[in-house]
Each structure stands twice: as C-alpha cells, then as structure tokens.
C-alpha cells in the first residue's frame, strides 16, 4: 500500500481501482475541458504572504455554514453516480463527512437513495436537486427529503441540458454498466471492485427509479437528462421549490453578479460561485476567478461560497480570504472513495484540513474566523 500524502495519491489510485468509464466519468470536463483546467491552476496564481514569529499554538478551522457547526468550511459537493464509484459511494461518503464534522450532499442522480443514506447515518445530511418536467415527481422528491430530515436544499440551475462529456460519450457511460467485451475485459483488471459491486443491490438510480413514471431508459444519464430535465426552468420556479420546501435553501451554480442578485432576490440562504466543476459550459471562467466580483455584489447580503478546483487545504484558504464563507468539494472526495471507500474519504478530509491547518498557521493566523484578504500577496489575485 502506498504511502498516501495528498489528493494527487488518491487520484492515482482511484483511476487503479475503479472501471474506466467511472473513472473518465468524475475526471473530465466538458469539451475541451479548459474551464476544468482552469478552475484548478487559476488557484497557483494566487500566492500567500508568509508571516513569521507569531505564535501558532491553539489554531482553530471551525466555522459556520448557513448556521450549521463544521469541522472547516468544506462541505463534500453533490456528485452523480457515486455509487458506481464504490459499492454504497454515497453512504460511505455520508458516514465519513459526520464522523468529520462536514456536510455531506447528496444528489438527485446518486446510485443510494435518500432512504438508504438516511437509514445509515445519524446527522442531517443535504439534498441537492434537479428540476425535471414532472412537477409531481418533484414535488414528491422534496417530500421524501423533508422526511430523511434533510437539513438543507441544494438546488443547482447551472444543468437543465447537459454539457456534453466527450470521455462519457466514448466510454458509453451507464448505470450499472453495459456487458459489452471492453467492459468487461476493463472490469476483469479491477477485482475488488467487481466484489463490492456484487456485495450491493444498490446498482442505479435509486432515487428515481420506482420513484418516477414513465422513464425511459434510465441506465443512460445524457439520454434522461435530454428526456426529462425541463430546459424552461425559471426563476420563478425557484419561488415555488423555495416555498415548497420551507428550509435552508442553497443556489448553486452561479457565476455572474447579476445571477447573484437574483439569487439574493429568491431569498436563498446561501449561493454557490460554481461552474460544476468545469463540466457545463466550457470557456466559462474558473470559479475562483469569479469569486471576487460575486463577494463584492452580494457578500453583505447572502452567504457566498464556491467549488471547482479545489485539491488541497491551501485552496480552501484562498477561497476564504476571497471571501468564500464555505467551499464544496467534488472530485478530491471521489478520488478518496474510489480509491480506498470510507477510509479515503476521511483521508481526503484529513489531508484537506491538515493543509488548511498549517497554512493558516504559516499566514500568521490561529482562528480561520479571522483570516481576511489580507493574507494573500499583492497582485497575485
Ligand atoms: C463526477 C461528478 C458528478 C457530479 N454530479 C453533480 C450532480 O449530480 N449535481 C450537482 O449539482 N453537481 C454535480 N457535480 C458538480 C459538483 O457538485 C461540484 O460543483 C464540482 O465537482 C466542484 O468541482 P471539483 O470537482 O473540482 O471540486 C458533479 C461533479 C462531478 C465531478
């Protein structure tokens, strides 16, 4: 077993362990995948201001999202198919996060079901939602999250149509998979995971599956995405979730200062500066990039966060010095899932918080609370 140090050595071993099509599946972007490129080196630019002879002894990460205690402010992002990452990725994840102290979101296209996370875990986890056509199945989605007692909604505008994948196009991407030769030539090389798959029943959409009427072919995500998202969502559909759901609501998604606004607008409790992670709208501006001008528009008035491109500790320092109240992570939690399930999971956080920690410490701060701006150096961001 080797030694693992950063996300880096998760990556690696997640693309070992794990059939190729899941694998392409969370590493790639849209098109030609600038903006997932960029999301990451756009955050090198930014360089820190070292502070010494200060003392660091007692530091704290522990901060506040939408009111909710964490560990530090990263929250694990709403990742489809994560069960197909890992045999139960999604309650696997869920249990790392708590036993962590973050928040875990679980997504509208997860392989477990919002019963089965809830079965499985103790504390309130979220539930990020799509919108689809079927009004009635959306309605009763919320429900069923209000019954789990989900402690907030994620609802993200940024995929009524899906950015197209080139990877997951080639690859053939489905949910279980497709028993064609290269697949199963492809699984034949990764044991372990053939076993924890066989080891579950927890093998496709099960949020939706049973749940929705007349779907078509479900195993398919662009082909259900293109059949049942509704292109026509408004802001005003925005109202009617927020009122149908009555709790902490998230906007997730947004990447432009008027955006922003009327995400303050429809009330919602906090907004997240995202470009799903490079996979929607490619040549769109990394998140961090976009930060800045959103905190300035908006900061005083709604929680602003932000994903994309987060690989360490020191990344999440400098979405907070920009501003960010809270950060999500998406690839850095698969990477550890796919590599080693639970256990990588709590080594992804593990090495996040440590990097986080020490930096902190090397900018000549004990609390995160009180890290500004003005630890970052100037004209580097
Ligand atoms: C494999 C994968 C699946 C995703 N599925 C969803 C999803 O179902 N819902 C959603 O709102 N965002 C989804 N996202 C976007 C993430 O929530 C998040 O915005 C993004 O991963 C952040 O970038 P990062 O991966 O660089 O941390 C997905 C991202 C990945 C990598």
Redesign the pocket.
């Known amino acids: 077993m080797p030694v693992i140090t950063n996300i880096e050595d998760l990556r690696i071993l997640h693309k070992k362990r794990t059939p190729k099509m899941f694998y392409d599946?969370?590493d790639s972007g849209s098109w030609t995948e600038s903006t997932y490129r960029s999301?990451?080196s756009d955050f090198q630019k930014i360089k820190f201001r070292q502070k010494v002879a200060v003392n660091m002894e007692n530091r704290t990460t522990k901060t506040q999202m939408i009111g909710q205690d964490v560990a530090m402010p990263v929250a694990l992002?709403?990742?489809?198919?994560t069960g197909m990452q890992y045999a139960d990725g999604e309650i696997l994840a869920a249990k790392a996060a708590e036993k962590f102290g973050v928040p875990f979101c679980l997504?509208?296209?997860?392989i477990c079901s919002i019963e089965d996370v809830a079965e499985n875990t103790t504390k309130p986890f979220w539930f990020?939602l799509?919108v689809m056509k079927d009004r009635g199945f959306i309605e009763r989605l919320i429900e069923r999250a209000k019954a789990a007692k989900c402690s907030a909604l994620?609802l993200?505008l940024d995929?009524q149509i899906l950015g197209q994948r080139h990877k997951d196009l080639k690859n053939g991407l489905t949910a279980p998979p497709k028993l064609t030769i290269p697949n199963i030539l492809d699984m034949m090389t990764k044991p372990a995971w053939c076993l924890g798959m066989l080891g579950t029943h927890r093998r496709t959409f099960r949020n939706i599956v049973g749940h929705a009427t007349g779907v078509g072919n479900m195993s398919s995500l662009s082909s259900w995405t293109a059949e049942q998202f509704d292109p026509a969502l408004n802001w005003s559909d925005v109202e009617w979730i927020k009122k149908l759901w009555g709790g902490k609501l998230i906007i997730?998604?947004i990447l432009d200062e008027g955006d922003a606004r009327l995400a303050v607008n429809s009330g919602a409790d906090a907004l997240?500066v995202?470009n799903?992670?490079?996979?929607q709208l490619d040549g769109a501006v990394s998140s961090i990039q976009a930060l800045p001008g959103i905190v300035d528009a908006v900061g005083k008035d709604i929680e602003v966060w932000m994903?994309?491109?987060?690989?360490s500790g020191q990344d999440v320092l400098k979405a907070w010095a920009l501003g960010a109240r809270g950060t999500?992570?998406?690839?850095?939690f698969?990477y550890g899932l796919g590599a080693m399930g639970e256990a990588g999971v709590t080594k992804c956080l593990e090495i996040i918080h440590k990097e986080l920690d020490i930096t902190m410490a090397f900018t000549g701060h004990r609390d995160i609370k009180q890290v500004t701006k003005d630890i970052l150096y100037p004209g580097t961001f």
Do not use: C, F, W
Not at 77 to 81: D, Q
Not at 107 to 110: A, G, L, R, Y
């Open positions: 599946y969370a999301n990451e992002a709403p990742t489809g198919l997504s509208t296209m997860s990020q799509y994620v993200t995929l997730k998604g997240i995202s799903h992670g490079g996979r994903d994309g491109g987060i690989r999500m992570i998406g690839r850095p698969l």
